[in-house]
């Protein structure tokens, strides 16, 4: 069956270390994979998109890296801040433009 | 201002009722689609439309329909089939091309008493 997992536990870190979230998929064939921001009791936020032929993609705090063979994706914010709290969602296109979404993975950046 | 718009922000409803859950975006996106998220879950698709007069069924569309017969507006509604219908439904669109990325409504929360 088709599958999007993220770590169902939410990550606890300090302010100013790196958090690396995972998503992982099975039988997709995705052509791109995005990620989003989730606040409590708000729609997701959109961040950062990365295609098949992409290794890597960073945008500010932000990178992500995109595996294929290992049907994997790693989403790393650098330099942590409280602000960072959130829920981070994976999606990817199950093809003919629908958009299927992960668990999502609860992020604490404490002080 | 652009965007897209759920409404209501909270809705209540006794069980065997049909309930229609409205959302509206200016974004003249193509593309618009309905999820489900439960308390500590992700965003399960129930129905999806790349183009009006058109839509498809996501991995959990039973006992809901919608209908698309404007490109701004994707109502769904919750009918006294969904054996379980209290969650937290989302809309969003995106333009017509693939990656393209989601824009979001803020939400309704529905309880089913």
């Known amino acids: 069956s088709q599958k999007i997992e993220q770590n169902s536990e939410a990550l606890n870190i300090q302010e100013g270390k790196t958090a690396t979230l995972t998503c992982n998929y099975t039988?997709?064939?995705?052509?791109?994979l995005q990620w989003y921001r989730q606040d409590p009791g708000r729609g997701p936020v959109f961040l950062l998109l990365i295609r098949e032929n992409e290794k890597e993609k960073r945008k500010e705090r932000l990178k992500v890296t995109f595996d294929t063979t290992l049907k994997q994706s790693l989403f790393h914010i650098t330099a942590s801040q409280p602000a960072d709290s959130a829920t981070y969602l994976c999606a990817l296109d199950a093809g003919f433009q629908k958009l299927v979404f992960g668990t999502g993975t609860r992020l604490l950046v404490s002080p | 201002d652009g965007g897209i718009t759920q409404s209501p922000k909270y809705l209540f409803r006794k069980e065997g009722q049909n309930v229609t859950l409205s959302c509206e975006q200016n974004?003249?996106?193509?593309?618009m689609y309905w999820y489900r998220q439960d308390p500590g879950q992700g965003l399960r698709l129930i129905y999806y439309?790349?183009?009006?007069?058109?839509?498809q069924k996501g991995d959990i569309a039973e006992g809901y329909s919608v209908s698309r017969e404007k490109k701004e507006s994707f109502p769904l509604t919750v009918t006294s089939a969904q054996k379980n219908p209290t969650a937290f439904y989302l809309c969003?669109?995106?333009?017509?091309?693939?990656?393209?990325?989601?824009?979001f409504g803020q939400g309704t929360r529905l309880t089913v008493v």
């Open positions: 039988n997709y064939s995705p052509a791109y």
């Open positions: 969003a669109s995106s333009i017509e091309h693939r990656g393209s990325e989601a824009f």
């Open positions: 974004l003249n996106h193509d593309a």
């Open positions: 439309s790349q183009i009006v007069n058109d839509f």
